[in-house]
Nanobody, 120 residues
Framework: VQLQASGGGLVQAGGSLRLSCAAS????????MGWYRQAPGKERELVAT???????NYADSVKGRFTVSIDNAKNTMYLQMNILKPEDTAVYYC???????????????WGKGTLVTVSS
């Protein structure tokens, strides 16, 4: 099983970006997925999570600006980021609890990050 995050880049403050996280491999079911970020010199923090049923949770710092969504048929999660601020600059990582035939109880996987840079 692999998670591949994409969509990062350089954007001016006030702009938008859309991140994608695609899961691939022998997947039986994805229970939940999430976005985390790590800024230089800071600890990794939660940005947003979503269950396969569509229940969402957001960090206070991104509420009203970011929207997480999931396409269960494509095993892909998205993060629409609007009104970006310089403090959103970070490496964004995706995470998922994935059930496989080999491990029916599931394992939590991390993808490699994608860098988001917001210039002022």
């Amino acid at each position: 099983v692999q998670l591949q995050a994409s969509g990062g880049g350089l954007v001016q403050a006030g702009g938008s970006l859309r991140l994608s996280c695609a899961a691939s491999g022998s997947i039986f079911r994805i229970n939940d997925m999430g976005w985390y970020r790590q800024a230089p010199g800071k600890e990794r923090e939660l940005v947003a999570t979503i269950t396969s049923g569509g229940a969402t949770n957001y960090a206070d710092s991104v509420k009203g600006r970011f929207t997480v969504s999931i396409d269960n048929a494509k095993n892909t999660m998205y993060l629409q980021m609007n009104i970006l601020k310089p403090e959103d600059t970070a490496v964004y990582y995706c995470n998922a609890l994935i059930l496989t035939m080999m491990i029916p109880s599931g394992l939590r996987y991390w993808g490699k990050g994608t860098l988001v840079t917001v210039s002022s």
